[in-house]
Nanobody, 124 residues
Framework: QVQLVESGGGLVQAGGSLRLSCVAS????????VGWFRQAPGKEREFVAG????????YHADSVKGRFTISRDNAKNTVYLQVNSLNSEDTAVYYC?????????????????WGRGTQVSVSS
C-alpha cells in the first residue's frame, strides 16, 4: 500500500511562487512513477506534470510549461512541484498520484494511489 501526502499549498499573489511536496510511505518509492494533477472548482481534474520512477524522464503540460517544474528525491521519498509565475487560472487543489512502473501517464485512471491534495489559491 502506498500513501501520499501533499503539502506546500497556500494563498499567493499573482506572479508568486510555491513549492509543493508529495511524500510517499513505503520502501518502493523508487519503483513509482508520479504525476501531479489539479482540479479547479467546477472543472475536471487535469494532468499537470509527470516524472518517471528514476527521475530521468519528465513531462509538463503545455499550460504550465516554462512555469512549473517537477522533480524528485528518491532518498527522501518525495516528489516536488515548483510553481512559478502563478496566475488566477492556477487556483486549484493540487494532487499527486503514483503508479508502479517506469513511466508516468497523463490519464488519471492509470494511477491507483492518490493523496488528498493541497490547495493553491492565487489572488490578483
Amino acid at each position: 500500500q502506498v500513501q501520499l501526502v501533499e503539502s506546500g499549498g497556500g494563498l499567493v499573489q499573482a506572479g508568486g511562487s510555491l513549492r509543493l511536496s508529495c511524500v510517499a510511505s513505503g520502501r518502493t518509492f523508487s519503483s513509482l512513477a508520479v504525476g501531479w494533477f489539479r482540479q479547479a472548482p467546477g472543472k475536471e481534474r487535469e494532468f499537470v506534470a509527470g516524472i518517471s520512477a528514476s527521475g530521468a524522464g519528465i513531462y509538463h503540460a503545455d499550460s504550465v510549461k516554462g512555469r512549473f517544474t517537477i522533480s524528485r528525491d528518491n532518498a527522501k521519498n518525495t516528489v516536488y512541484l515548483q510553481v512559478n509565475s502563478l496566475n488566477s487560472e492556477d487556483t486549484a487543489v493540487y494532487y499527486c498520484a503514483a503508479r508502479y512502473g517506469s513511466n508516468w501517464s497523463v490519464s488519471r485512471v492509470d494511477y491507483p494511489y492518490w493523496g488528498r491534495g493541497t490547495q493553491v489559491s492565487v489572488s490578483s
